[in-house]
């Protein structure tokens, strides 16, 4: 794997001025370490294999080299006469990431003056109104994969004409629930295409698929703990006493933005009435909400119109809350990976960001897989007023029988992905 170097500036990687120009306009100073590394052979046509921390610039790493692409073999033409085709093709796994990302790519081609035009795809609203977007064609769609799937069956698109086919949150995309629509959609598109994949993580299990997908690919991987600007802890508490050591630590603290993680939705709605209880309002945000209803949830968050956001893993994925200062597992994530990605919607961007985990005795086995899964260590500590009632002694360790795999994990419930569309 290809170490980090330092990082170029811009106009050093080959970027063409409509985009320097729009870079400049939004501030970014020099290239984060994967952008400058990816963008110079994503440019060059290379297929690319990307893992860097969240929050580091992995959208720019790839809309920037495949707006430039595009724009230049159009020749500055429209977009125009391209029947129902698409050249650029970004599968995500959740519909807010699919309106993230067309929104930043939409940003970044903002010099363009109109030749390239972006269509976000996804489930929970009106297919009418994306069938209309996407007439004509578009030269880059976002899309989460079963609705793309149901607009592909509609004629509305076609993806015989893909040049480059991006996998954002590939290990999410690659993993059991979505195997079934990415391999229609993959029989689809060309054979012969530039393949991006990114992600924070990379579990084993995926490895071998992601050589399948791959052409002789860049291999890049950037994490790094050292450089991480996000401080980790997690506090022991007692069985029963997590809704009371969360509301003591958001008085206590006075925290004005929380992202708070529990593992079903049900979980959300009754942690956020026994919140309510102790004066703490608070928002949930999970796949039952309708699509708009989650729109707003999200909006008034980012805006610090709501303090306290209690979410399933849907908003663990590629999520940006700008300046998000705190997230907590109240629930351990079931993958040791998804707590890499969860405590990554803190700390992005260079930001200073505080993840807090609440383990009782019960979840000390799971945090420890995590812990080796995820190569740190972290200090078990108590808060002051909520000590433990009993040490958490090896014997007792040992009389806890190991978690057993969640229900859904099986072959036969694979499609129990309800936002893959």
């Not at 959300?268 to 209803?293: M, P, T, W, Y």
Request: glycine fraction near 8%.
């Amino acid at each position: 794997m290809t170490t980090t170097t330092a990082p170029a500036n811009f106009a050093e990687l080959g970027l063409i001025s409509p985009l320097l120009a729009r870079l400049t306009e939004l501030e970014y100073q020099q290239p984060t370490p994967i952008q400058a590394q990816a963008i110079p052979s994503v440019l060059a046509g290379r297929d690319l294999i990307a893992g860097a921390n969240t929050g580091s610039g992995k959208t720019a790493t790839f809309a920037l080299p495949m707006l430039q692409q595009i724009f230049e073999q159009q020749s500055g033409k429209s977009h125009s006469n391209k029947g129902n085709y698409v050249t650029g093709l970004v599968l995500v796994p959740t519909r807010e990431l699919a309106q993230q990302v067309a929104d930043s790519i939409k940003s970044y081609s903002a010099h363009f003056n109109g030749a390239i035009k972006t269509v976000s795809v996804f489930g929970g609203v009106s297919v009418n109104k994306q069938m209309l977007n996407l007439r004509g064609g578009c030269d880059i769609l976002v899309a989460t994969p079963g609705r793309l799937l149901d607009l592909i069956s509609s004629n509305a698109i076609k993806l015989g004409q893909v040049k480059t086919l991006v996998l954002d949150e590939a290990d999410r995309m690659l993993s059991l629930g979505f195997t079934e629509e990415l391999s229609q959609l993959l029989a689809l598109a060309p054979k012969q295409k530039q393949t991006l994949l990114f992600s924070a993580t990379f579990p084993e299990e995926v490895e071998t698929l992601t050589q399948a997908l791959l052409n002789n690919p860049v291999e890049l991987q950037l994490q790094s703990a050292d450089a991480s600007t996000l401080v980790q802890r997690v506090f022991t508490v007692n069985k029963g006493e997590k809704t009371a050591v969360l509301a003591h630590l958001i008085h206590q603290q006075q925290w004005r933005q929380v992202l708070i993680f529990v593992n079903a939705k049900n979980g959300c709605n009754h942690l956020a009435d026994k919140l309510s209880k102790r004066g703490i309002a608070a928002e949930v945000f999970h796949g039952d909400k309708g699509q708009g209803a989650r729109s707003r949830v999200l909006e008034g968050f980012k805006a610090g119109e709501i303090d306290v956001l209690i979410a399933t893993d849907i908003a663990a994925r590629g999520l940006d809350i700008e300046k998000l200062p705190v997230v907590i597992n109240f629930d351990l994530p079931r993958s040791p990976a998804d707590y890499m990605h969860r405590i990554g919607r803190s700390g992005r961007a260079g930001e200073v960001g505080l993840a807090l985990s609440l383990i009782d005795y019960e979840d000390y086995h799971h945090f420890k897989i995590i812990e080796k899964k995820n190569k740190i260590r972290l200090e078990r500590e108590q808060v002051e007023g909520f000590e433990v009632d009993e040490e958490i002694t090896e014997a007792l360790l040992e009389a806890i029988k190991p978690v057993a795999k969640p229900e859904g994990t099986g072959k036969k419930n694979k499609r129990k992905y309800p936002d893959n569309w």
